[in-house]
């Protein structure tokens, strides 16, 4: 697998409308259920402006179910399980849920997981969901966004077909069920193993009933994560009358009480009085059963909901407040503490309570004391602004992150992870940008983290490994278009990986490694043909291939040339050497002209083009990540204001608060990191330099907490909230005259205050000396 095209097999036929929001803290609740948590005051309770129905319709790709801040549990509603605008299981525009699974992914483009779906029911009961034509022939049940309440840690939904209150909510490794029942003789629950996304084969499937309270097992899938293992232990909070295991679709003799095989699911069988409450508590773990019932057991002893509940909201509020802001524009501050929270939902823990965990090498490993195992990195697109913004204020979990990505270098046979889940590598995207994320970590001075033990592998990589057109690259400086596909895409980002590389070379003392790296990080430049001005696919002979077309999915029918990108967008791909970019066009004007052109011409795109190249402005695509830092590539050519009145212009159109609030798919945090940092004033250009380049700030007044009692602030005086143009710069009290800072000037706090006016200044950041720094320098 190389992209997420290959999970795309057309764009999605929705509109992309303004569709209505869910309910939220300030709607009616179900009896005996607040809003928010009963402690909190209007002041601390950041939560309450987390509107998370944002991103769950258009092709946002979220969910809107119950987890907390990094949470191995995702325990949310499943509308369908198939089609590139369900990879989270869920889409608003949908009218029926087909049960609650436990595991979900954020704004993916490919999709895995849903396991261990549950779903209650009344009436006969029915062992296959149905289609969502026709709801009533399955166990899915119709639902309306009016009976729907979602919020940080908690989700509830009332299931019309069978008349049951549903509500959820989560710890690290469990989640917690709480259904109101109706009158019946006949209310039960169907526990689906065969539940998957796109029906994945289940390799293997168990579950053992327990007593009369408890099933526990696990499965395997072959899915997007090939032969990834996950298990469970449930235990309901009143006994089930009786239980029966249904394997290939045929129930299985009375008294049976284990199985084993690839489609299994299992009813419980309960009479409810009217408003009887039934809860169920799951626990899931990647090393096996006992460690779900362990996880379950540490995290969720009792069956206190409304206690797990309200620690989810206290444990959102204190990440949420991290970055508290100051500004008039409620639509504003919705959209940007909803981003904050997607910003918070992956990576994800993938340990049990122990310190045990599956590595990359399928075995199971003990962690040493504190540190914690994660999965979900999808790192092609969260090494821009998401891993950057951990490290502002996520800071004390950097170390335990880039731990974790070096111990699944060493543990896995395919070396450095390139979209790890669940212990599987799922090979999604090109480049390794765990180079990046490794490098940054050390460029801003993170403690903790021993590089020598991941740089073999880092170096087998990029000096050894014939890995996905590398060895043509070594060889002839690019990799040719008739030889790999991709390749204009995997040329440039193989270039900065080897700038990524070339800090850890140095890091550990391997200075010559450090300068082959570093000359070989403009091989960027073997690619640009300055006849028409693009990075274009190049046969192994060296010609051009032809025709060309700057708009182009790749030069044949073969396969494409450009990853979810086209010429225009790979062209500005050069993130750590603008300067040498600019040099390529002749100098600043040339430059300026045709990053002009990027946003000004025409978005028409042709028919192979995938998707994910959403959120046109030109050909600007701020819907797909390879554009993220380019409105800020004005910086580099003495032309700040184009960069602030360009950034300005993306935070109100790309982002709204709405379901389909987002530009394209949310992708682990990446497509709200961007939001997040820009309007604070500020973008990671080059992570891996630890530096940040001005853009403009959004909000009047931002203070993020950096860790260790430091604090970032972050101030803007302006006339009127139109005002997007900086007219000077204090740092700590002092002038400032240039467009960007290091991590190191702020790592142990500091206060950037802006001087903001309606039209351009005529001297601020002008001079060439206050551009930021670049490899051609």
């Known amino acids: 697998m190389i992209s997420r095209r290959h999970f795309v097999a057309a764009l999605s036929a929705l509109p992309v409308s303004r569709l209505l929001s869910f309910h939220g803290s300030n709607q009616p609740n179900p009896p005996?259920?607040?809003?928010?948590?009963?402690?909190?005051?209007?002041?601390?309770?950041?939560?309450?402006?987390?509107?998370?129905?944002?991103?769950?319709?258009?092709?946002?790709?979220?969910?809107?179910?119950?987890?907390?801040?990094?949470?191995?549990?995702?325990?949310?509603?499943?509308?369908?399980?198939?089609?590139?605008?369900?990879?989270?299981?869920?889409?608003?525009?949908?009218?029926?849920?087909?049960?609650?699974?436990?595991?979900?992914?954020?704004?993916?483009?490919?999709?895995?997981?849903?396991?261990?779906?549950?779903?209650?029911?009344?009436?006969?009961?029915?062992?296959?969901?149905?289609?969502?034509?026709?709801?009533?022939?399955?166990?899915?049940?119709?639902?309306?966004?009016?009976?729907?309440?979602?919020?940080?840690?908690?989700?509830?939904?009332?299931?019309?077909?069978?008349?049951?209150?549903?509500?959820?909510?989560?710890?690290?490794?469990?989640?917690?069920?709480?259904?109101?029942?109706?009158?019946?003789?006949?209310?039960?629950?169907?526990?689906?193993?065969?539940?998957?996304?796109?029906?994945?084969?289940?390799?293997?499937?168990?579950?053992?009933?327990?007593?009369?309270?408890?099933?526990?097992?696990?499965?395997?899938?072959?899915?997007?994560?090939?032969?990834?293992?996950?298990?469970?232990a449930m235990k309901f909070s009143r006994p089930f009358k009786s239980a029966e295991i249904i394997s290939d679709n045929q129930p299985l003799a009375a008294g049976v009480l284990a199985a084993k095989g690839t489609s299994l699911k299992c009813l419980t069988h309960f009479q409810t009085k009217e408003g009887e409450v039934v809860l169920v508590k799951t626990g899931i773990s990647g090393v096996s059963e006992e460690g779900a019932r362990k996880n379950l057991e540490t995290e969720i002893p009792g069956w206190d909901f409304d206690q797990v509940r309200h620690a989810a909201h206290i444990a959102w509020n204190e990440n949420l407040s991290r970055i508290k802001i100051e500004t008039s524009n409620a639509r504003h501050k919705r959209i940007f503490y909803t981003a904050l929270y997607h910003l918070m939902v992956a990576p994800t823990l993938f340990d049990d309570a122990d310190g045990q965990y599956r590595g990359m090498d399928g075995l199971v490993h003990q962690l040493p004391g504190g540190a914690h195992n994660y999965s979900t990195f999808s790192l092609w697109d969260t090494f821009r602004a998401a891993h950057p913004m951990y490290t502002l204020f996520q800071s004390e979990r950097v170390p335990d992150l880039v731990n974790c990505l070096i111990r699944m270098a060493q543990e896995s046979p395919d070396g450095v992870p390139i979209w790890p889940l669940q212990a599987k590598e799922t090979f999604c995207m090109t480049g390794y940008h765990a180079s990046s994320v490794y490098a940054e970590a050390h460029s801003k001075g993170f403690q903790g983290i021993d590089f020598r033990k991941v740089y073999p592998v880092l170096r087998k990589r990029a000096m050894v490994d014939d890995y996905r057109g590398l060895g043509y690259y070594r060889k002839l400086g690019y990799i040719p278009s008739d030889k790999e596909e991709e390749a204009v895409s995997k040329t440039m980002e193989y270039a900065y990986d080897d700038w990524a590389v070339a800090h850890i070379a140095r890091a550990v003392g391997e200075l010559d490694d450090y300068k082959l790296l570093v000359d070989r990080a403009r091989n960027y430049k073997n690619l640009f043909d300055a006849s028409t001005g693009f990075m274009r696919p190049r046969l192994e002979d060296g010609r051009w291939t032809e025709p060309f077309d700057p708009t182009e999915m790749g030069h044949s029918k073969q396969w494409r040339d450009y990853t979810e990108s086209d010429p225009w967008e790979t062209t500005f791909t050069v993130q750590h050497d603008p300067a040498g970019l600019i040099k390529l066009f002749g100098g600043r004007q040339p430059f300026l002209e045709k990053l002009d052109a990027l946003f000004t011409t025409s978005s028409q795109l042709p028919p192979d083009a995938p998707p994910d190249i959403a959120g046109m402005v030109g050909q600007y695509a701020h819907g797909n990540e390879p554009c993220h830092h380019m409105a800020y590539l004005y910086c580099y050519a003495g032309a700040p204001h184009q960069t602030q009145a360009r950034v300005r212009q993306l935070?109100?159109?790309?982002?709204?608060?709405?379901?389909?609030?987002?530009?394209?798919?949310?992708?682990?945090?990446?497509?709200?990191?961007?939001?997040?940092?820009?309007?604070?004033?500020?973008?990671?250009?080059?992570?891996?330099?630890?530096?940040?380049?001005?853009?403009?700030?959004?909000?009047?007044?931002?203070?993020?907490?950096?860790?260790?009692?430091?604090?970032?602030?972050?101030?803007?005086?302006?006339?009127?909230?139109?005002?997007?143009?900086?007219?000077?710069?204090?740092?700590?009290?002092?002038?400032?005259?240039?467009?960007?800072?290091?991590?190191?000037?702020?790592?142990?706090?500091?206060?950037?205050?802006?001087?903001?006016?309606?039209?351009?200044?005529?001297?601020?950041?002008?001079?060439?000396?206050?551009?930021?720094?670049?490899?051609?320098?």
Request: proline share 6%; hydrophobic share 35%; aromatic share 12%.
């Open 32 to 232: 005996g259920l607040s809003a928010a948590s009963p402690t909190s005051s209007a002041s601390d309770d950041l939560a309450k402006f987390v509107k998370i129905a944002i991103g769950t319709g258009g092709h946002g790709h979220t969910y809107p179910g119950a987890t907390v801040p990094f949470g191995m549990v995702q325990l949310s509603p499943d509308t369908f399980n198939e089609g590139w605008d369900w990879c989270s299981g869920y889409h608003y525009s949908d009218s029926s849920i087909m049960g609650f699974s436990h595991t979900h992914l954020s704004g993916t483009g490919a999709s895995d997981m849903l396991d261990f779906l549950l779903m209650p029911g009344t009436g006969p009961a029915k062992i296959f969901p149905g289609l969502r034509q026709n709801p009533g022939e399955g166990y899915r049940s119709r639902f309306s966004h009016e009976d729907e309440i979602a919020e940080p840690g908690y989700y509830s939904v009332l299931l019309r077909d069978y008349g049951i209150r549903a509500e959820l909510s989560a710890t690290e490794r469990a989640g917690i069920h709480r259904y109101t029942f109706p009158k019946s003789d006949s209310s039960h629950f169907i526990l689906d193993l065969v539940h998957a996304w796109s029906n994945y084969p289940i390799l293997w499937a168990n579950f053992k009933i327990i007593g009369n309270d408890t099933i526990v097992g696990g499965r395997s899938v072959k899915g997007w994560a090939p032969g990834r293992e996950i298990y469970f």
């Open 651 to 777: 935070l109100d159109l790309e982002y709204d608060d709405q379901p389909d609030g987002l530009a394209g798919n949310e992708d682990c945090g990446q497509m709200s990191a961007w939001y997040v940092i820009s309007a604070l004033g500020f973008y990671a250009v080059d992570p891996v330099s630890g530096n940040y380049v001005f853009g403009t700030p959004l909000f009047d007044r931002a203070e993020v907490e950096l860790g260790s009692g430091k604090k970032l602030v972050v101030e803007a005086k302006r006339n009127s909230p139109g005002d997007q143009y900086i007219q000077s710069v204090t740092f700590n009290g002092k002038p400032y005259e240039k467009l960007w800072f290091r991590h190191a000037d702020i790592a142990n706090g500091a206060t950037i205050f802006f001087a903001m006016g309606s039209t351009p200044s005529q001297d601020f950041g002008l001079s060439k000396e206050a551009a930021p720094p670049s490899l051609g320098l």
